[in-house]
Nanobody, 115 residues
C-alpha cells in the first residue's frame, strides 16, 4: 500500500525553525520527484519545493532562501528544513510526488507560526 506520512510540524514563533519529514513507500519515492505542498486556511494548496531523484531542487519564490528540501534515498524520506518562519507560512504541509497524484495525499502536518 502506498503511503506518505508527514511529521515534524508544530507551533513556533516568528523567526523560528522547523524540520518536516515525509516517510514514503519505496515504490513511489526512489524514481519520483518529490514535492512539499502547503494549504493555508481559505487558500488553495500550493507547491512549496521540489527535489528530483538526483537531488536537483526548486522553490517557490515565497520560501526561497529560507526553506531547504532534501531527500534520503536510503530511507525513502524527504525533508523540509524551514528557517526564518513567518506567520504567512502557517499552513498544513503535505508531501507528494511532483506532479502530485491525488490518491497519495496524506494527513499532512500542521505548521503554525505566531507573530
Amino acid at each position: 500500500q502506498v503511503q506518505l506520512v508527514e511529521s515534524g510540524g508544530g507551533l513556533v514563533q516568528f523567526g523560528g525553525s522547523l524540520r518536516l519529514s515525509c516517510a514514503a513507500s519505496a515504490s513511489i519515492f526512489r524514481l519520483n520527484t518529490m514535492g512539499w505542498y502547503r494549504q493555508a486556511p481559505g487558500k488553495q494548496r500550493e507547491l512549496v519545493a521540489t527535489i528530483t531523484p538526483g537531488e536537483s531542487t526548486n522553490y517557490a519564490d515565497s520560501v526561497k532562501g529560507r526553506f531547504t528540501i532534501s531527500r534520503d534515498n536510503a530511507k525513502n524520506t524527504a525533508y523540509l528544513q524551514m528557517n526564518s518562519l513567518k506567520p504567512e507560512d502557517t499552513a498544513v504541509y503535505y508531501c507528494n510526488t511532483h506532479p502530485y497524484i491525488a490518491r497519495f495525499w496524506g494527513q499532512g502536518t500542521q505548521v503554525t507560526v505566531s507573530s
